[in-house]
T-cell receptor, first 110, second 115 residues
Framework: GQQLNQSPQSMFIQEGEDVSMNCTSSSIFNTWLWYKQDPGEGPVLLIALYKAGELTSNGRLTAQFGITRKDSFLNISASIPSDVGIYFCAGLGGAQKLVFGQGTRLTINP | DTGVSQNPRHKITKRGQNVTFRCDPISEHNRLYWYRQTLGQGPEFLTYFQNEAQLEKSRLLSDRFSAERPKGSFSTLEIQRTEQGDSAMYLC?????????????FGPGTRLTVL
């Protein structure tokens, strides 16, 4: 099925470092969502973006809706151990179904 | 807890058996979605309801799969004659569709293992 191109696939960083990940698509989306998923659990919504060019923060997280509506990025500042997990971008187009990226697995060395 | 709930959390079954999962959405959310997630992949859309009407079904949803949302509240997803390829995490999400926004909130999922 259709998927977004999410990168990087995995990241290994030191505690305290900043993190950046992004998603690109050949299709236009009206909404971009970023989720975090822990093992054995469902995705938890982190940030929702509704307008092209929108920049939104949620604590140490910042995300932007690309001006072309075909991309989005997520930044995490000053990473802490509880940031470990898999981060997914998801786009919502004209249909109501979310299209997900492949995920970015974040590992933090204390 | 007023989030999306799913039951059971885990289900182990033998090939050929039928299984049914339940999802209780966030109260007053009018849309309910089912997704399937296999290991190392992002969730993939299966189907969604607006109130009690099933409005879209993915080609992933074979004729062995059926979903219902009677009375527009909770939903069930049934898989008949399970196959080993059905092993996956089944995720439910709900949203309150309003204008152009349709932010979906996920439940904890049901992990299905078919032996």
């Amino acid at each position: 099925g259709q998927q977004l191109n999410q990168s990087p696939q995995s990241m290994f960083i030191q505690e305290g470092e900043d993190v950046s990940m992004n998603c690109t698509s050949s299709s236009i989306f009206n909404t971009w969502l970023w989720y975090k998923q822990d093992p054995g659990e469902g995705p938890v919504l982190l940030i929702a973006l509704y307008k092209a060019g929108e920049l939104t923060s949620n604590g140490r997280l910042t995300a932007q809706f690309g001006i072309t509506r075909k991309d989005s990025f997520l930044n995490i500042s000053a990473s802490i151990p509880s940031d470990v997990g898999i981060y997914f971008c998801a786009g919502l187009g004209g249909a109501q179904k979310l299209v997900f990226g492949q995920g970015t697995r974040l590992t933090i060395n204390p | 807890d007023t989030g999306v709930s799913q039951n059971p959390r885990h289900k182990i079954t033998k090939r050929g058996q039928n299984v049914t999962f339940r999802c209780d959405p966030i109260s007053e959310h009018n849309r309910l979605y089912w997704y399937r997630q296999t290991l190392g992949q992002g969730p993939e859309f299966l189907t969604y309801f607006q109130n009690e009407a099933q409005l879209e079904k993915s080609r992933l949803l074979s004729d062995r799969f059926s979903a219902e949302r009677p009375k527009g509240s909770f939903s069930t997803l049934e898989i008949q004659r399970t196959e080993q390829g059905d092993s996956a995490m089944y995720l439910c999400a709900s949203s309150l569709a309003s204008g152009l926004t349709d932010t979906q909130y996920f439940g904890p999922g049901t992990r299905l293992t078919v032996l």
